[in-house]
């Protein structure tokens, strides 16, 4: 996508250099070099299911912005993170991962991760460095696909992988990708990401920053209070559970100016598709709920660093992943796509 460029000062006019004045002293050495150009520009991390892309991003913006699972397709949409440093932006999306499915819900979390990449300058392919499955061949597909766009790989969870592996994995991905950089890392144990940060910012437009240094991502106070309770659902309930819930927020009330300490006050409703996950969603006399709510309660404290009241009520919602209306209502499609 297009970038912000970088406005240049007016020259000043020349002026003609004086006469040199007889036993005056030589010229003045030359400065120092001029600084380098600001660099700016969108990144998407594109990969499958579990690849590691949330924690990623999480890893360079310093705070969990995008919540992160042990199972796979936590993220549902594409998440805007912006990296602010002296000499350059990085605006990372983090997508959902690339993979085949009939489920509507699942063509639409692939679709935001195609036009994320379609909207971006760069695309950072993140791999997982143990697996090699379906959903891993539809992510190399999709970058081989692209066009006019610079791409580095990173072979995460590289800390993972039998040392002899490596140079076999990153031969193959050269081969089927001719990528633009090649480079190993850990997500998790920060091994290599320096190094891929200044490889990406080696890559980006000369451009002014295109958000505020103090921008951290586009993500509203509501759409994180229903992340961090889907983060707790995904961890504490297991099959299909995780993936036949969605969360909506009912009451988002901030802390008065006066309080002396401050307090949150949020209602949420999780929706699921029959009345037997309901069941399964609260448990025996409330305690799967009860951890659920604890969860996220103590998530969202940490993030807004203040006290946190969190209501859970769950609801079937019908066949809510297959409903194009209920989508747009939740979310997860564009309301004009609703029919």
């Not at 150009?37 to 594109?46: L, N, S």
């Not at 448990?283 to 969190?310: D, N, W, Y």
């Amino acid at each position: 996508m297009s970038s912000v460029p970088k406005k240049t000062p007016r020259p000043k006019e020349d002026l003609a250099a004086p006469e040199k004045a007889p036993g005056a002293p030589g010229p003045e050495a030359p400065g120092p070099e001029a600084p380098s150009p600001h660099k700016a520009g969108f990144v998407a991390i594109i990969g499958a299911p579990n690849a590691g892309k949330s924690t990623l991003m999480n890893h360079y913006l310093g705070q969990k912005v995008a919540i992160v699972s042990s199972k796979p397709q936590t993220t549902r949409h594409k998440i805007l993170g912006v990296l602010t440093e002296a000499q350059a932006q990085i605006v990372f999306w983090d997508t959902p991962g690339l993979h085949d499915s009939n489920k509507t819900l699942n063509q639409e979390m692939v679709s935001k991760a195609l036009s994320a990449l379609a909207d971006s300058d760069l695309c950072l392919f993140l791999v997982d460095g143990e697996r090699r499955d379906s959903a891993h061949q539809k992510a190399l597909q999709t970058v081989q696909a692209r066009k006019d766009m610079p791409l580095i790989v990173a072979i995460n969870k590289a800390d993972l992988i039998e040392p002899h592996k490596l140079p076999n994995l990153m031969a193959q991905l050269q081969d089927s990708l001719a990528p633009d950089r090649i480079l190993a890392v850990s997500a998790k144990t920060g091994r290599g990401l320096k190094k891929l940060k200044k490889t990406l910012i080696s890559f980006l437009p000369n451009s002014a920053p295109l958000y505020d240094e103090d921008t951290l991502t586009d993500q509203t106070l509501r759409a994180i209070t229903a992340e961090y309770v889907r983060e707790a659902i995904f961890e504490l309930t297991h099959q299909e559970i995780p993936y036949s819930t969605a969360v909506t927020v009912d009451q988002f009330q901030e802390p008065q100016p006066d309080q002396p300490k401050p307090l949150y006050r949020l209602a949420v409703t999780v929706h699921v598709e029959r009345d037997s996950q309901k069941k399964i969603m609260i448990g025996r006399g409330g305690q799967t709920l009860k951890h659920i709510g604890q969860k996220a309660r103590l998530g969202l404290e940490s993030f807004l660093e203040a006290k946190v009241f969190l209501s859970i009520f769950v609801r079937i919602t019908d066949n809510w992943t297959e409903d194009r209306r209920t989508l747009a209502d939740f979310g997860y499609l564009d309301p004009k796509e609703k029919s």
